[in-house]
């Protein structure tokens, strides 16, 4: 296909009319090159509440904008092959792999090779690029499917998305932040996105991270900015 023009194919990004509230979080930012990449899809609306573990190149990374509106969880490793202490530990529902036809020519011996996390101990990962959300959602997901840990902080997940903080009470809500800062830091995002259209529950959500956290400087500053926009 070589100097060829240009393909316009139709396209769509999703299989409904309403978008689900997902959660994407990946490593990427944190390493030099696709080596060692892995990223996880959370749609708790999904029809099938099944985790799907992938071992593979790009192909399976660009289907997950796809897989994600079918399955609850999908967790994608670049890897030319399964990792069975991997599986073992994420406790996947079905496991899928899969290279395209110009890797297999040079397939590594998966006795050979150095071990999959020794990508994010030597100097070329930056751990500092990743924010503490993502930090927090990877702890969590190895962590075990059955453990404390992570049944907490999916629930966080679930009770974080726009829909769900607007009906919920303030006492509730404040009750719920206790202890944490991803969902404060969630409703502060949110409080945000609702200036333009709805101030006043921009400032109700607003006023709610400020009580979970006085000592937050852009959502003391922003409480001031609702309060005088809303108090001409």
């Given at each position: ?19 689900p ?28 509440k ?31 092959y ?7 530990s ?19 011996n ?25 930090l ?10 059955n ?28 009750q ?10 969630r ?25 979970a ?20």
């Open positions: 296909m070589r100097g060829d023009a240009p393909i316009d194919l139709l396209s769509f990004d999703c299989f409904t009319e309403i978008k509230e997902l959660d994407r979080f990946n490593l990427s930012k944190a390493l030099q090159g696709n080596t060692g990449g892995i990223f996880l899809t959370i749609n708790q609306t999904a029809p099938i099944k985790r799907i573990l992938l071992f593979g190149d790009s192909y399976f990374q660009s289907c997950l904008k796809w897989l994600s509106h079918i399955f609850e969880e999908i967790i994608y490793l670049r890897s030319p399964i990792l069975p202490d991997v599986a073992s994420l406790s996947p529902d079905l496991i899928l792999t899969g290279n395209a036809e110009r890797y297999l020519v040079n397939t590594p998966a006795e050979n090779d150095v071990p999959f996390f020794i990508n994010y101990i030597h100097s070329r990962f930056e751990s500092r690029k990743l924010d503490e959300h993502t927090s959602a990877f702890q969590n997901i190895f962590s075990g499917r453990s404390i840990s992570y049944l907490e902080w999916k629930e966080t997940l679930r009770i974080s998305h726009k829909k769900t903080l607007l009906n919920l009470e303030n006492n509730h809500l404040l719920l932040c206790e202890n944490n800062n991803i969902l404060i830091d409703i502060r995002d949110t409080a945000t996105s609702l200036e333009k259209t709805d101030m006043e529950e921009a400032y109700r959500l607003m006023s709610i991270a400020h009580k956290r006085p000592s937050g400087i852009f959502i003391r500053r922003k409480l001031q900015e609702y309060i005088l926009l809303l108090n001409p």
